[in-house]
């Protein structure tokens, strides 16, 4: 078989994000786009001679073709081995968790995640290190220098693989093995859950729905739910995967999962409802009734993770990205833990989980996981709140209203306001920085500043600084708005505002989110002129 080394040149824009590399599909299929881009990782990461690698994606538009070049061009520049999903599909957290029981080199993970796929739509590439977790920035800043100034690259001249058959095949020199993406998975889970248990809550009429979005946890929750654990047949909707997720967003949140969420609302819920997205890594857990907030969600399984056996001997801390309420902390310091506030993207919590500093960790975006991996995991938080389920013989809700009752409540709140002018979106983050420093004792629709900063994160394991990771405000009522640009979408600018408030024991837990959040709401407005600078009334989506 024959390398062809192809020139080329550098390609602008190829800055991996808050997690790898997001563009529309057709980008990432212009002539040499995506080659660049992997050979750039190959050349960051000190080239692939001998090396192995997983490989897999969410099945979206364009993930099939991707991967026969990804390997063809792994074959070229001399990689031994390469661990592929059949028919090129892994789940995130699958991915990650074969990175680390193969002890490969890392991996190459193909998605936008909650994005919606198809030609039209977005496409992605991500690397994650020997330890299972997205690269880190060092490595990432490594990336984009290669981007900048690659003049080729490698790609062998060959047949494409057969990505459905399980089993050994080569490609030149190196090695191809295609495993079935849930089986090592699911051997997993079973390690860390009480299975039986959860087996019995569902021979005893639990009910449950869980929305699989088109996407790929479809066929690891049919093995998972409704094959291992004995849920009725019908428990997992829209569990085939699509390349273009039937049309919509695999985003779970209450905007996007609509039909889950109405159903829970209505007369006929089921006692549980849960959803993943694109590539599985979130989730949504709905009560009958009530929304769980992903804040909320972290806060109540870090608080009964030990009824769990993976997790019976204590959690050594638990991390959250600085967006993401501060409901989290009031369990750490509870159990008398440290609690960690990241940067957003769960890279961020590679090094406190190497280094046993932190058992679980959570953000805002629908993402919960702990130390079994080194990605957010969806069906990981779903069995985890199965197993708690199971041992407090209690609803959802009723474990929600406990942990409020102890806990106080954090309401919480994300408004994104989508696809606005990357100028004025800047304009307005600039121009608050500059104000940031007068805010204190100021006043703004009946909520008094307390302080105000901008977010730098110093990684306590290897001493990283991290910049520019948010805009905060703080109010004297216990409230707080954070500012931030989204590092995921891939048209203009996405503007996020994170409002939070927090009623404390005792007090009224039952008023609706968007009301208990009003006040700050509207004075984040009016200290940011949000409203007049975007020439929006009011957010795409609110979570
Ligand atoms: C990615 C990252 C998450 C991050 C989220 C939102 O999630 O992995 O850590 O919280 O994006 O990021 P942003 O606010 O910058 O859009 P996913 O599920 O898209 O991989």
């Not at 998972?224 to 949140?253: S, Y």
């Not at 779903?382 to 199971?390: D, E, P």
């Not at 208990?516 to 940011?528: F, G, K, N, P, T």
Request: proline share 5%; glycine share 10%; net charge negative.
């Amino acid at each position: 078989m024959t390398i062809d080394v192809v020139s080329t040149q550098p390609i602008e824009g190829q800055k991996p994000g808050t997690s790898g590399l997001r563009k529309k599909t057709r980008t990432f299929m212009e002539p040499n786009y995506l080659e660049n881009f992997i050979q750039s990782i190959f050349n960051a990461i000190g080239g692939v001679e001998g090396k192995s690698f997983v490989v897999g994606g969410d099945g979206r538009y364009f993930n099939a073709e991707a991967i026969q070049t990804i390997l063809k061009m792994a074959a070229a520049n001399g990689a031994k081995k390469a661990i592929v999903g059949q028919n090129g599909l892994l789940s995130t957290p699958s991915a990650s968790h074969l990175i680390r029981l193969n002890k490969t080199d890392g991996g190459l993970i193909l998605s936008a995640s909650h994005n919606p796929g198809g030609i039209d739509e977005d496409f992605g590439l991500k690397f994650n290190i020997q330890n299972g977790g997205p690269a880190p920035e060092s490595v990432t800043d490594a990336m984009i220098e290669q981007t900048r100034t690659l003049q080729s690259y490698a790609i062998l001249r060959a047949p494409d693989v057969a990505l459905g058959q399980i089993g050994s095949q080569s490609l030149g020199d190196m090695s191809i093995e295609i495993v079935d993406p849930v089986a090592d998975y699911l051997v997993l889970m079973q390690k860390l859950f009480d299975f039986d248990k959860i087996r019995a809550l569902f021979a005893s009429g639990f009910t449950m729905r869980f929305d699989a979005m088109h996407a790929v946890t479809g066929p690891y929750a049919k093995a998972i739910l409704e094959g291992a654990l004995g849920a009725a047949e019908g428990t997992v909707v829209n569990g085939v995967p699509k390349e273009d997720f039937g049309g919509g967003h695999p985003d779970p949140n209450p905007v996007w999962a609509k039909p889950l969420m109405d159903l829970m609302m209505s007369d006929a819920s089921p006692d549980f409802g849960a959803a993943s997205d694109g590539d599985g890594d979130r989730n949504m857990i709905v009560a009958r009734g009530l929304y769980v907030t992903p804040s909320d969600s972290l806060a109540v399984l870090a608080a009964n993770a030990h009824l769990a056996p993976g997790y019976t001997s204590g959690l050594k801390g638990i991390a959250r990205s600085m967006p993401t309420s501060a409901a989290s902390d009031r369990v750490a310091a509870k159990l008398g833990i440290e609690a960690y506030e990241t940067p957003t993207g769960w890279k961020f919590f590679g090094n406190l989980l190497d280094a046993g500093m932190a058992t679980i960790c959570g953000e805002e975006s629908a993402g919960t996981g702990s130390d079994h991996v080194r990605e957010k995991d969806g069906l990981w938080a779903i069995l985890l709140w199965l197993n708690i389920l199971a041992e407090r013989n209690m609803s959802a809700a009723d474990i929600l209203a406990d942990h409020w009752q102890t806990f106080g409540r954090d309401y919480y709140s994300r408004h994104d306001y989508e696809a606005v002018p990357a100028d004025a979106a800047g304009q307005l983050m600039n121009d608050l920085r500059a104000k940031l420093a007068d805010l204190p004792d100021q006043n703004f629709a009946g909520q008094t500043v307390k302080r105000a900063d901008e977010f730098s994160y110093h990684d306590p394991v290897d001493h990283s600084v991290s910049h520019n990771q948010g805009l905060r405000i703080f109010f004297e009522s216990d409230a707080r708005a954070v500012f931030r640009l989204s590092g995921t979408g891939t048209e203009g600018a996405t503007l996020r505002l994170y409002l939070e408030q927090y009623a404390p024991r005792g007090t009224d837990h039952g008023r609706d989110t968007q009301q208990a959040l009003q006040s700050v709401r509207d004075a984040a407005r009016e200290i940011s002129g949000l409203t007049e600078r975007l020439g929006r009334d009011a957010p795409d989506v609110m979570t």
